[in-house]
């Protein structure tokens, strides 16, 4: 298979290019003179085409989707539709005003609507709203709801979120945010939630217990009903962090396993690219009993009309600007309309026939240990724990090795539970055959010299790049330079 | 084969299907659904209730059918701003960022395979650090507003007071999300009045108020009115004598004209940075800007990224300073935040660069010369007023003493959308409108504007 192989350039950074940069303009009339700029601005003066090949020459520099393989474990990388780009830069949805008239946004309401509807019926909730920009926003949106929803209970005791071991990082630290106290719980020897530990940790005090299902290791929580009954028994709410969406849709719904609230990433599950970090997307949905709080304005139909309301005493307010990040919502729309609930349904299938497959013919060479149960859903975990026992090559080294072999590294060293983990998560969108090289690359790189794996990267643009030389020194604009 | 073949398109995005069995064969199980034995089979979705996949071109069809639904800009003058505004875009904007290079990558982890999207933002880091006149930059949080919430959290940390000063004219949306943001920490969020007669913040409360406990003071310069604050070097003494943080949110596309935040001693700036080569985009998606002293770096939020070398001593580029984030710190990070604004950021990069030092200069001061054009224009009509004295920027706010109920309405009968109505939010500001011109509007629009306004 031919493989990705990035261009090197020794691109210089803007400034650089720039013969001359230093400006201070004369002062305007309009303006007191108090008012204005004494400080040079220091922007590059460069003409359009040397501006298009230096970021041309940057783009090449980058690996994306479109680049090669990209299994990073609970990111979802699939295939970004083209149609969703082309739709989403259509003037009549770019030049529109979130305060124009409703008659004159129609299009753009009804886009939202039906991706609530589509978004409440993959995921068995009653209400979602939009406006969260990214799964984190949404994990702390959902947080902000049930603090209000025991708040109007008159629970304002109820402090705690308890979370798994293995839960995403955000998890903790939305819920630090939102004001609660944490409480860890560990997993069992299956790498599941453990429910004896569970019923100790819920109480009086329990707000939240935050959960992915299947977990961050990709087993599914088959005790999931069990785990909401204590919840629920305790007064909690239970959290749906949707990050793991991709291995359920169609098949089985956060709503009917017992959660009360869910958030799901559009720029994961709903194909939607990550823009090189953002901007994403973390819808929340809740049941009923929580949709009061739920932030506005929300998006309402009427006879054939849509329109925002605002008119919910209870509602936290709002969370994010305007109604949230609309292209995203668009974009997930038209891939949404694309697959169709039957196409979803087989996206999840064979994103969980991808990673089976991939797991069963990694796992043939000894090098990779699969801890925890074999079945697994969108992704799994493995160990190179023997790698390093004998030859001293961490999960790092393989995951640079990769990049020489023109493929996208595992998630490393996460969850936490798994020594030298490599977290990957193939999704429906790659072939057999990519699925096939990157299990012959990954084997190779076990049998290879060890030097040249811990030497690794050597064709990439620039060779291992020193981070503890990053953070102890930093140097975090041009300016900053010695 | 497993099950029927899904329709429409979808099989477009499935590369395997034709392929499953042997695929099932090679795992040593026979259906899909054996992969899916560890649900519970209550728990099983027999059928999921949604309309069937489509075709490219019927998506298409759909979705031309829904923009049309839409009236744009360009089919109506908008004088809509308030979070959001219309400003152009030059087409080396959306060509680079049509670069799936750029746009189908995830947060650049691994160093080596990012190096083009780094350096970018390296870039972008530098030029906001240059017109806000700070030390350093993020690579971008969500939008202007969390933005805010993020800074009040950030003065919490720093300063370990729990007080934080807002004025209170600021839009109600920007107060709800501050409230959220801080609600959690016991951080109280205090107003400061404005003076009626300016616009400006009313230095005399802020001085009489300000104590040991107060945390930050937040500052919009331009502010909601569009106004920019005359005695900012007054506000921030009496912030900085009290040991407090000076926050200040401005107005990007104004620093080439106006005193850049650093010049008069901000600690921290934070903006809306879509107007940087962003679409309106309907509100979204937006770009947080976040810039403070070198001195604050560890507490800052979001991603950082810095320069340093690679093992062979090559200048490369990294995320950095990555022990304040979540994936590592988890709950004692700075911020939850992880997916951020990016490509934004990239596209104010790429926007920057094409305007350049003179650029930046000309834009600011093509909008701020449009709207007073505009402004004397409309109050040279006999039922409209200018309701502040201030010097502004391309905002403004007018008062209309006509009989008509709904200004909007009749505006809108004439195919013009905007001012937006102060008075759900601003009680006080009866009848009073704010308008937003940039150096988007044509003469044309303008014209229209004022047709509308006549007849009012």
């Keep these: ?482 | 084969m497993n099950g029927c073949l899904p329709t429409g398109e979808s099989m477009k995005f499935i590369p395997n299907e034709c392929l499953i069995d042997e695929m099932l064969k090679e795992i040593g199980v026979s259906t899909i659904d054996e992969l899916f034995t560890d649900i519970p089979s209550n728990l099983k979705v027999k059928q999921i209730p949604l309309p069937k996949g489509k075709t490219q071109q019927e998506v298409e069809q759909i979705l031309r059918r829904l923009a049309q639904k839409n009236t744009s800009f360009h089919q109506m003058p908008i004088f809509l701003g308030g979070g959001v505004q219309f400003h152009y875009i030059p087409a080396l904007v959306s060509s680079i960022l049509g670069r799936s290079e750029f746009f189908s990558s995830y947060t650049p982890y691994q160093a080596e395979a990012s190096q083009g999207f780094l350096q970018a933002m390296f870039e972008y880091q530098s030029m906001i650090a240059n017109i806000t006149g700070m030390e350093i930059a993020n690579a971008s949080l969500y939008d202007g507003v969390t933005a805010l919430g993020e800074a009040a959290l950030m003065s919490y940390r720093i300063t370990k007071r729990s007080t934080f000063y807002i004025p209170q004219n600021i839009s109600w949306e920007k107060r709800s999300i501050l409230q959220n943001y801080v609600r959690g920490q016991g951080i109280f969020i205090k107003e400061v009045p404005y003076e009626k007669k300016t616009g400006l913040v009313d230095l005399h409360f802020l001085e009489k108020h300000i104590n040991e406990d107060t945390a930050g003071v937040y500052i919009e310069n331009p502010n909601y009115f569009g106004i920019f604050e005359q005695e900012i070097n007054q506000i921030q003494k009496v912030v900085s004598d009290h040991g407090s943080l000076f926050v200040v949110g401005t107005h990007p596309l104004s620093l080439g004209i106006v005193r850049s935040p650093g010049e008069y001693g901000a600690d921290i700036v934070i903006g809306e940075g879509q107007s940087l080569g962003n679409p309106v985009d309907f509100g979204g998606s937006t770009l947080g800007i976040f810039a403070t002293k070198q001195k604050y770096l560890r507490h800052l939020p979001g991603r950082i990224i810095g320069m340093t070398t690679d093992n062979q001593g090559k200048p490369a580029f990294c995320m950095t300073m990555q022990t304040r984030e979540q994936h590592i710190r988890r709950g004692r990070a700075t911020s939850n935040i992880c997916t951020n604004e990016g490509l934004n950021a990239l596209a104010a990069t790429v926007y920057l660069s094409w305007l350049g030092s003179n650029g930046l200069y000309q834009v600011g001061k093509r909008n701020l010369e449009r709207a007073y054009e505009v402004k004397e224009r409309i109050i040279a009509l006999s039922p409209f007023t200018s309701v502040f004295q201030g010097d502004h920027f391309n905002e403004f706010v007018v008062h209309y003493s006509g009989e008509k109920k709904h200004l909007q309405q009749i505006l809108q009968k004439h195919g013009v959308q905007g001012g937006l109505p102060l008075e759900p939010w601003f009680p006080e500001l009866k009848k009073c409108y704010l308008f937003c011109v940039t150096e988007l509007h044509t003469d044309k629009d303008i014209e229209v504007l004022l047709k509308a306004l006549k007849e009012a």
């Design chain 1, 1 to 482: 298979m031919c493989m990705y192989h990035s261009a090197t350039f020794d691109e210089p950074l803007l400034v650089d290019l720039a013969c001359s940069s230093e400006k201070v303009f004369k002062k305007m009339e309009k303006l007191p003179p108090s008012l204005q700029r004494k400080q040079p601005l220091k922007l590059p003066d460069l003409d359009e085409t040397q501006l298009v090949r230096h970021f041309l020459h940057l783009s090449q520099m980058n690996f994306g989707i479109d680049s090669g393989m990209y299994p990073l474990g609970s990111c979802t990388m699939k295939y970004n539709p083209k149609l969703s780009e082309t739709i989403s830069g259509w003037e009549q949805f770019q030049c529109v005003h979130p305060y124009q008239e409703g008659s004159t946004i129609q299009g753009s309401l009804e886009v939202m609507y039906e991706v609530e509807r589509w978004l409440a019926t993959l995921t068995g909730m009653e209400q979602f709203t939009l406006q969260p920009a990214a799964g984190a926003q949404g994990e702390f949106t959902g947080l902000l709801l049930a603090k209000a929803y025991h708040e109007a209970h008159g629970d304002f005791q109820r402090k705690e979120v308890i979370l798994p071991d293995t839960a995403h990082g955000t998890n903790p630290a939305s819920a630090t945010m939102a004001g609660f106290k944490l409480v860890e719980i560990s997993s069992t020897a299956e790498g599941t939630v453990n429910i004896d530990e569970l019923e100790k940790a819920v109480s009086e005090n329990t707000a939240v217990f935050m959960l992915t299902n299947p977990n961050t290791l990709g087993i599914f929580e088959s005790d999931i009903q069990q785990i909401a009954r204590v919840v629920h028994k305790a007064g909690g709410l239970l959290y749906y962090d949707g990050a793991n969406m991709n291995a359920i849709m169609g098949k089985t719904r956060p709503g009917d396993m017992g959660f009360d609230m869910v958030h799901v990433n559009l720029h994961k599950t709903f194909s939607t690219p990550h823009g090189g970090g953002g901007p994403g997307s973390g819808p929340v949905g809740v049941k009923q009993r929580l949709e009061s709080f739920l932030p506005v304005p929300r998006v309402e139909e009427h006879n054939g009309e849509y329109f925002l309301s605002y008119d919910y005493e209870q509602s936290i307010g709002k969370i994010k600007s305007f109604y949230g990040n609309f292209p995203v919502i668009l974009k997930a729309y038209v891939y949404m309309l694309l697959m169709g609930g039957d196409g979803l349904t087989r996206a999840s299938e064979v994103a969980v026939l991808n990673a089976n497959y991939l797991k069963h013919r990694l796992t043939q060479n000894k090098a990779y240990e699969l801890p925890f149960r074999t079945l697994r859903k969108h992704e799994f975990v493995v160990s190179s724990q023997p790698l390093k026992a004998q030859k001293d090559i961490k999960a790092l080294d393989i995951a640079k090795r990769l990049l020489d072999y023109g493929v996208h590294p595992p998630t490393v060293y996460f969850p936490l539970i798994v020594k030298e983990a490599l977290m990957i998560e193939p999704t429906e969108t790659e072939s057999k055959a990519s699925l096939d090289t990157y299990v012959q690359i990954l084997h190779k790189i076990a049998e290879e010299d060890p030097d040249i794996v811990k030497a690794a990267p050597t064709t990439t643009p620039v060779h291992r790049v020193d981070e503890a030389k990053a953070a102890k020194e930093p140097i975090l604009t041009w300016d900053m330079r010695k």
